[in-house]
């Protein structure tokens, strides 16, 4: 029975960098594309979010400075 699941499971396995072939391989460069690809997507919402709830935003790396103060060190 728990062979039944296989199918769409090696379907959802394609976009995750397996080729599915005889036998299945894997692609690692189709994983990273698909892993940036998810990030960029993830961001953009997340941008839009914030952008919407009118937060300001500081793009760069941070250092807590104290319990309520971010010190943004190198903003891009």
Known sequence: MYGSAFSPEFED????GWEIQS?????WEKLLQAKTDE???LNGIYSRL????????HLGSGRLLGP???QVTSEV
């Open 23 to 27: 036998p299945p391989r894997f692609n």
């Open 13 to 16: 396995a394609a976009g995750f």
């Open 68 to 70: 309520n103060t971010v």
């Open 50 to 57: 914030l952008d919407s709830s009118g937060v300001d935003v």
């Open 39 to 41: 990030i960029v997507r």
